[in-house]
């Protein structure tokens, strides 16, 4: 069973249209991550929530934004798209816990958006 | 420098033989480091996490972590067409939560 399911599978938008692409988990992890990751290139972290506490990325572009209304779901926000924002976008969940190991993440299916 | 660095190959093995993939990174106080495959098209799989100096073996996989060269190994024994794909080694940096990943090595199992 999917445990990080991220909707849609695939998106095509129009250059300059507002996207929300979304994730949700079943695991009860308290962080969430979204990455960006272009054809040939290493996941880009845009930015992340650890419980309600957003963390931005200094060069994640202001035309990106996510909400978090409460621990299952993710949001992210692209105000207005540009042909340099087709990629794969991923979201990721992992649990903290008592110990001090960060442990491993866990990713969705991921979204794969064109912008045309 | 980047923070997690590997060598984008392609890395072409026979089948059957032992696939050496390798990571460094710069941050000297990660404490975590993992190994994720990813088929083209796919989102990342955990295959291996490692947090301590030393192997760890899960099966055909064997990831070597040495804090003190900031190096991180993945070792695939008897490699399978089925292993083709890229690797992505990833560690925890900057003291907090951010999951950092370098660009990933291709590996190609050859018949």
């Known amino acids: 069973d999917a445990m990080v399911i991220q909707n849609p599978r695939y998106q095509v938008t129009q250059f300059g249209k507002p996207v929300t692409l979304s994730c949700s988990q079943t695991?009860?992890?308290?962080?969430m991550y979204w990455y960006q990751q272009k054809s040939s290139q290493a996941p880009k972290l845009l930015f992340h929530?650890?419980?309600?506490?957003?963390?931005n990325e200094a060069d994640t572009p202001d035309n990106f934004q996510s909400r978090r209304p409460n621990t299952s779901f993710c949001f992210l926000d692209i105000r207005s798209p540009g042909l340099g924002d087709t990629a794969m976008y991923l979201c990721?969940?992992?649990?903290?816990?008592?110990?001090?190991?960060?442990?491993?993440?866990?990713f969705g299916q991921g979204t794969r958006l064109t912008v045309v | 420098q980047k923070e997690v660095e590997q060598n984008s190959g392609p890395l072409s093995v026979p089948e059957g033989a032992i696939a050496s993939l390798n990571c460094t990174y710069s941050?000297?106080?990660?404490?975590?480091f993992f190994w994720y495959r990813q088929y083209s098209g796919k989102s990342p799989e955990l295959i291996m996490s490692?947090?301590?100096?030393g192997d760890k073996e899960d099966g055909r996989f064997t990831a070597q972590l040495n804090k003190a060269s900031q190096y991180v190994s993945l070792l695939i024994r008897d490699s399978q067409p089925s292993d083709s794909a890229t690797y992505l080694c990833?560690?925890?940096?900057?003291?907090?939560?951010?999951?950092?990943f370098g660009t990933g090595t291709q590996l190609k199992v050859e018949l």
């Open positions: 990721a969940t992992r649990r903290t816990g008592d110990s001090l190991v960060l442990t491993e993440a866990f």
């Open positions: 695991l009860n992890h308290n962080v």
């Open positions: 929530y650890y419980d309600k506490d957003f963390n």
């Open positions: 941050d000297r106080g990660s404490q975590s």
């Open positions: 490692i947090y301590s100096n």
């Open positions: 990833a560690g925890y940096t900057g003291g907090g939560n951010k999951l950092t």
